[in-house]
T-cell receptor
Framework: GAVVSQHPSRVICKSGTSVKIECRSL??????MFWYRQFPKQSLMLMAT?????????EQGVEKDKFLINHASLTLSTLTVTSAHPEDSSFYIC??????????????FGPGTRLTVL | QQQVKQSPQSLIVQKGGISIINCAYE??????FPWYQQFPGKGPALLIA?????SEKKEGRFTISFNKSAKQFSLHIMDSQPGDSATYFC???????????FGKGTMLLVSP
């Protein structure tokens, strides 16, 4: 099956620092990766869509200068939370897209990264 | 505007019972409907998915029923087990597009 990894799984940082989260597709190439944010007991909120070799597309209300996304290769996308503040504390999840036959797409999710900003 | 409405918000089922979660969508351009299972502190895992050319898909104890005219689809978990206790999300996407629209989720608790 398609496996997506995230690193780190958990990070605690001080307010004002930057944190980088890596998302890798381990056994397939993903032209498109997604970054989500999830608050406790809530659904996934799409932050941005990341395409290899091009700039990410951010959802309305997501600050692109705060959440920097780099899709460096077909197997790696990174999310950098710049100048993190306590309100950025959340569960961040990435997913990678596989295009199946007939133009249908399937998304496979990483295990998530718990960010706590003190 | 929420395009996929999911109910119930939470569900308690006895072991061995049937768990039923319902979703309704508004956008008739949606034509791929996956269900995801998420355990606390973990990422969602694709459970089962259906396309509109069939009305039902079964994989083990999990069945999706799809009603195109009513714009509704549901997940049935037969012989529910305590290990099925998790949050379930329905989702939808359009042909050729990879972006998923998620429901708000259902917290399922299967009591022993």
């Amino acid at each position: 099956g398609a496996v997506v990894s995230q690193h780190p799984s958990r990070v605690i940082c001080k307010s004002g620092t930057s944190v980088k989260i890596e998302c890798r597709s381990l056994d397939f190439q993903a032209t498109t990766m997604f970054w989500y944010r999830q608050f406790p007991k809530q659904s996934l909120m799409l932050m941005a869509t990341s395409n290899e070799g091009s700039k990410a597309t951010y959802e309305q209300g997501v600050e692109k200068d705060k959440f920097l996304i780099n899709h460096a290769s077909l197997t790696l996308s990174t999310l950098t939370v710049t100048s993190a503040h306590p309100e950025d504390s959340s569960f961040y999840i990435c997913s990678a897209n596989i295009r199946q036959g007939g133009s249908y797409n399937e998304q496979f999710f990483g295990p998530g990264t718990r960010l706590t900003v003190l | 505007q929420q395009q996929v409405k999911q109910s119930p918000q939470s569900l308690i089922v006895q072991k061995g019972g049937i768990s039923i979660i319902n979703c309704a969508y508004e956008n008739t351009a949606f034509d791929y409907f996956p269900w995801y299972q998420q355990f606390p502190g973990k990422g969602p895992a694709l459970l089962i998915a259906i396309r509109p050319d069939v009305s039902e898909k079964k994989e083990g104890r999990f069945t999706i029923s799809f009603n195109k005219s009513a714009k509704q689809f549901s997940l049935h978990i037969m012989d529910s087990q305590p290990g099925d206790s998790a949050t379930y999300f329905c989702a939808a996407s359009m042909l050729g597009y990879s972006t998923l629209t998620f429901g708000k989720g259902t917290m399922l608790l299967v009591s022993p």
